[in-house]
Protein backbone atom coordinates (compact mmCIF):
# COMPACT_ATOMS: atom_id res chain seq x y z
CA UNK A 1 0.00 0.00 0.00
CA UNK A 2 1.56 3.46 -1.13
CA UNK A 3 -0.76 5.37 0.99
CA UNK A 4 -3.85 7.35 0.41
CA UNK A 5 -4.69 8.65 -2.80
CA UNK A 6 -7.20 10.70 -4.51
CA UNK A 7 -8.84 11.11 -7.83
CA UNK A 8 -8.98 13.26 -9.89
CA UNK A 9 -6.00 15.49 -9.21
CA UNK A 10 -7.35 18.40 -10.59
CA UNK A 11 -10.48 19.17 -11.77
CA UNK A 12 -12.04 22.41 -13.76
CA UNK A 13 -15.69 22.89 -13.84
CA UNK A 14 -18.05 25.85 -14.36
CA UNK A 15 -20.16 27.60 -12.05
CA UNK A 16 -23.36 25.70 -11.31
CA UNK A 17 -22.00 22.27 -12.41
CA UNK A 18 -22.15 19.00 -10.02
CA UNK A 19 -18.58 17.47 -8.79
CA UNK A 20 -17.33 13.96 -7.36
CA UNK A 21 -13.97 13.56 -5.52
CA UNK A 22 -12.79 9.87 -4.40
CA UNK A 23 -10.08 9.10 -1.55
CA UNK A 24 -8.93 5.70 -1.14
CA UNK A 25 -7.33 5.11 2.43
CA UNK A 26 -4.68 3.42 4.05
CA UNK A 27 -6.22 -0.28 3.39
CA UNK A 28 -6.18 -0.84 7.77
CA UNK A 29 -7.51 2.42 8.80
CA UNK A 30 -10.89 2.59 9.64
CA UNK A 31 -11.03 6.41 10.32
CA UNK A 32 -11.38 8.75 7.08
CA UNK A 33 -10.94 12.52 6.93
CA UNK A 34 -12.26 15.26 4.85
CA UNK A 35 -10.45 18.80 4.75
CA UNK A 36 -10.23 21.87 2.15
CA UNK A 37 -7.23 24.04 2.02
CA UNK A 38 -7.24 27.26 0.25
CA UNK A 39 -4.32 29.31 -1.24
CA UNK A 40 -2.40 30.79 1.59
CA UNK A 41 -4.54 29.05 4.53
CA UNK A 42 -3.74 25.73 6.34
CA UNK A 43 -6.40 22.86 5.69
CA UNK A 44 -9.58 22.92 7.62
CA UNK A 45 -11.71 20.21 8.65
CA UNK A 46 -14.78 19.24 6.88
CA UNK A 47 -16.02 16.25 8.07
CA UNK A 48 -15.01 12.19 8.82
CA UNK A 49 -16.02 8.81 9.18
CA UNK A 50 -15.45 5.49 11.40
CA UNK A 51 -16.02 3.20 9.17
CA UNK A 52 -18.92 3.69 7.20
CA UNK A 53 -20.62 6.25 9.60
CA UNK A 54 -20.18 9.75 9.40
CA UNK A 55 -19.35 11.21 12.99
CA UNK A 56 -19.12 14.53 12.33
CA UNK A 57 -19.60 17.52 9.61
CA UNK A 58 -18.25 21.18 9.86
CA UNK A 59 -20.47 23.65 9.44
CA UNK A 60 -18.10 24.87 6.58
CA UNK A 61 -19.53 21.93 4.88
CA UNK A 62 -22.97 23.69 3.15
CA UNK A 63 -25.90 21.45 1.80
CA UNK A 64 -24.38 21.83 -1.56
CA UNK A 65 -21.41 19.33 -0.18
CA UNK A 66 -22.18 15.20 0.74
CA UNK A 67 -20.19 12.99 1.99
CA UNK A 68 -20.38 8.57 1.67
CA UNK A 69 -17.97 5.94 2.82
CA UNK A 70 -20.05 3.12 1.91
CA UNK A 71 -19.34 -0.37 3.18
CA UNK A 72 -15.84 1.61 5.11
CA UNK A 73 -13.75 1.85 2.24
CA UNK A 74 -12.95 4.87 -0.15
CA UNK A 75 -15.08 8.10 0.09
CA UNK A 76 -16.52 9.98 -2.18
CA UNK A 77 -17.17 13.91 -1.89
CA UNK A 78 -19.85 15.59 -3.77
CA UNK A 79 -20.69 19.75 -4.28
CA UNK A 80 -23.50 20.15 -6.01
CA UNK A 81 -24.31 23.47 -7.80
CA UNK A 82 -20.83 24.59 -7.32
CA UNK A 83 -19.63 28.12 -7.00
CA UNK A 84 -16.38 29.85 -7.48
CA UNK A 85 -15.98 30.35 -3.71
CA UNK A 86 -15.44 26.71 -3.98
CA UNK A 87 -12.28 26.31 -5.91
CA UNK A 88 -10.08 25.21 -3.35
CA UNK A 89 -7.90 21.96 -2.33
CA UNK A 90 -9.72 19.12 -1.04
CA UNK A 91 -7.63 16.83 1.00
CA UNK A 92 -8.74 13.58 2.78
CA UNK A 93 -6.92 11.95 5.41
CA UNK A 94 -6.93 8.57 7.03
CA UNK A 95 -6.07 6.87 10.21
CA UNK A 96 -6.14 3.53 12.47
CA UNK A 97 -9.30 4.66 15.28
CA UNK A 98 -6.49 4.25 17.76
CA UNK A 99 -4.43 6.77 17.03
CA UNK A 100 -6.80 9.52 14.86
CA UNK A 101 -4.05 12.16 15.72
CA UNK A 102 -1.87 10.42 13.59
CA UNK A 103 -3.16 11.46 9.99
CA UNK A 104 -2.01 10.41 6.88
CA UNK A 105 -2.94 12.55 3.90
CA UNK A 106 -3.54 12.26 0.11
CA UNK A 107 -1.88 14.57 -2.82
CA UNK A 108 -5.24 16.24 -2.75
CA UNK A 109 -8.44 17.35 -5.49
CA UNK A 110 -7.51 20.53 -6.74
CA UNK A 111 -11.07 22.02 -7.72
CA UNK A 112 -11.17 25.23 -10.10
CA UNK A 113 -14.75 26.61 -10.54
CA UNK A 114 -15.31 28.71 -13.70
CA UNK B 1 -11.37 33.19 15.28
CA UNK B 2 -7.95 32.07 14.33
CA UNK B 3 -7.51 29.20 16.88
CA UNK B 4 -4.03 28.92 15.82
CA UNK B 5 -1.35 31.37 14.91
CA UNK B 6 1.60 30.89 13.26
CA UNK B 7 4.68 32.75 12.30
CA UNK B 8 6.42 33.78 10.25
CA UNK B 9 4.54 33.67 7.03
CA UNK B 10 7.55 33.23 4.86
CA UNK B 11 11.31 31.86 6.48
CA UNK B 12 14.36 32.09 3.75
CA UNK B 13 17.29 30.41 5.71
CA UNK B 14 20.82 29.45 4.68
CA UNK B 15 22.07 25.77 4.36
CA UNK B 16 23.41 24.51 7.42
CA UNK B 17 21.41 27.75 9.65
CA UNK B 18 18.73 27.33 12.58
CA UNK B 19 14.92 27.67 11.53
CA UNK B 20 12.75 28.48 13.89
CA UNK B 21 8.43 28.87 13.20
CA UNK B 22 6.70 29.34 16.57
CA UNK B 23 2.73 29.11 16.74
CA UNK B 24 0.88 30.63 19.51
CA UNK B 25 -3.02 28.98 20.55
CA UNK B 26 -5.58 30.13 22.06
CA UNK B 27 -8.04 27.01 23.56
CA UNK B 28 -6.23 25.16 26.77
CA UNK B 29 -8.07 22.21 25.47
CA UNK B 30 -5.83 21.50 22.88
CA UNK B 31 -3.44 18.51 24.01
CA UNK B 32 -1.97 17.38 21.21
CA UNK B 33 0.23 19.91 18.52
CA UNK B 34 1.75 17.94 15.65
CA UNK B 35 3.95 19.47 12.81
CA UNK B 36 3.42 18.79 9.28
CA UNK B 37 5.45 19.43 6.38
CA UNK B 38 4.11 19.79 2.70
CA UNK B 39 6.03 20.06 -0.51
CA UNK B 40 4.23 21.74 -4.03
CA UNK B 41 1.38 19.20 -4.95
CA UNK B 42 1.49 16.72 -2.03
CA UNK B 43 -0.35 16.65 1.00
CA UNK B 44 0.83 17.51 4.45
CA UNK B 45 2.86 14.96 6.13
CA UNK B 46 3.32 14.48 9.72
CA UNK B 47 7.02 15.35 10.68
CA UNK B 48 6.62 15.72 14.77
CA UNK B 49 4.06 16.04 16.90
CA UNK B 50 4.19 16.58 21.10
CA UNK B 51 1.40 16.31 23.91
CA UNK B 52 1.60 19.30 26.60
CA UNK B 53 2.92 16.93 29.39
CA UNK B 54 6.62 17.80 27.63
CA UNK B 55 8.21 20.55 26.91
CA UNK B 56 10.48 19.18 24.06
CA UNK B 57 10.65 16.45 21.72
CA UNK B 58 13.12 15.83 19.39
CA UNK B 59 13.42 13.58 16.66
CA UNK B 60 16.68 13.61 14.31
CA UNK B 61 17.18 17.42 13.22
CA UNK B 62 13.15 18.82 14.16
CA UNK B 63 13.03 19.46 17.87
CA UNK B 64 9.66 21.59 19.00
CA UNK B 65 9.46 23.08 22.46
CA UNK B 66 6.46 23.47 24.14
CA UNK B 67 5.54 26.33 26.87
CA UNK B 68 2.10 25.49 28.44
CA UNK B 69 1.67 28.47 30.10
CA UNK B 70 2.46 31.04 27.71
CA UNK B 71 0.05 28.32 25.23
CA UNK B 72 3.04 28.51 22.46
CA UNK B 73 5.15 25.95 20.93
CA UNK B 74 7.52 25.81 18.25
CA UNK B 75 9.70 24.29 15.73
CA UNK B 76 13.61 24.39 15.37
CA UNK B 77 15.08 22.67 12.20
CA UNK B 78 18.81 22.26 13.08
CA UNK B 79 21.46 22.26 9.86
CA UNK B 80 18.33 23.71 7.69
CA UNK B 81 18.85 21.67 4.32
CA UNK B 82 17.50 22.33 0.49
CA UNK B 83 15.69 19.81 0.69
CA UNK B 84 13.93 21.34 3.79
CA UNK B 85 12.66 23.98 1.44
CA UNK B 86 8.17 23.37 1.89
CA UNK B 87 5.03 24.42 3.58
CA UNK B 88 5.50 23.79 7.51
CA UNK B 89 1.90 23.84 9.16
CA UNK B 90 1.41 23.56 12.50
CA UNK B 91 -1.48 21.89 14.31
CA UNK B 92 -3.48 21.45 17.44
CA UNK B 93 -6.33 19.16 18.20
CA UNK B 94 -8.30 18.01 21.97
CA UNK B 95 -9.75 15.10 22.54
CA UNK B 96 -13.08 15.03 22.01
CA UNK B 97 -15.06 11.26 22.65
CA UNK B 98 -11.80 9.92 23.57
CA UNK B 99 -9.37 10.59 20.72
CA UNK B 100 -7.71 13.75 18.81
CA UNK B 101 -9.13 13.68 15.38
CA UNK B 102 -10.23 16.88 14.49
CA UNK B 103 -6.95 19.02 13.72
CA UNK B 104 -6.93 22.83 13.83
CA UNK B 105 -4.21 23.83 11.39
CA UNK B 106 -1.85 27.15 11.41
CA UNK B 107 -2.02 29.50 8.85
CA UNK B 108 1.85 27.41 7.12
CA UNK B 109 4.90 29.02 6.84
CA UNK B 110 7.21 28.58 3.45
CA UNK B 111 10.21 27.66 4.52
CA UNK B 112 13.53 28.57 1.66
CA UNK B 113 16.64 27.08 2.57
CA UNK B 114 19.55 28.77 0.40
CA UNK B 115 22.12 25.99 -0.54
Known amino acids: DTGVSQNPRHKITKRGQNVTFRCDPISEHNRLYWYRQTLGQGPEFLTY????????KSRLLSDRFSAERPKGSFSTLEIQRTEQGDSAMYLC????????????FGPGTRLTVT | QQQVKQSPQSLIVQKGGISIINCAYE??????FPWYQQFPGKGPALLIAIRPDVSEKKEGRFTISFNKSAKQFSLHIMDSQPGDSATYFCAASKNSGGSNYKLTFGKGTLLTVNP
Open chain 2, 27 to 32: NTAFDY
Open chain 1, 49 to 56: FQNEAQLE
Open chain 1, 93 to 104: ASSQWFSSYEQY
